[in-house]
């Protein structure tokens, strides 16, 4: 997966899921691991990344 569609993919996971997005992913990403599946893993991996980089730092 490519940086434009990792950006795209993480967009319409928080757009759908709102904070449940990064659940979402990680369960993804942990069910890929378990198959053995370590390129679609990792690709779930950036696309978390994205999400976190998105919302940016927390507020209080």
């Known amino acids: 997966?490519?940086?434009i569609q990792v950006t795209d993919y993480a967009s319409?996971?928080?757009s759908a899921h709102g904070d449940k997005a990064i659940l979402?992913?990680?369960q993804?990403?942990?069910d890929c691991e378990a198959s053995g599946?370590?390129?679609e893993a990792r690709d779930?991996?950036?696309v978390r990344e994205t999400i976190h980089r998105m919302r940016g730092?927390?507020?209080k």
């Open 1 to 3: 997966m490519d940086a």
């Open 12 to 14: 319409r996971l928080v």
């Open 24 to 26: 979402e992913v990680s």
């Open 28 to 30: 993804k990403m942990r």
């Open 37 to 39: 599946k370590t390129d």
């Open 44 to 46: 779930w991996a950036r």
């Open 57 to 59: 730092p927390r507020q």
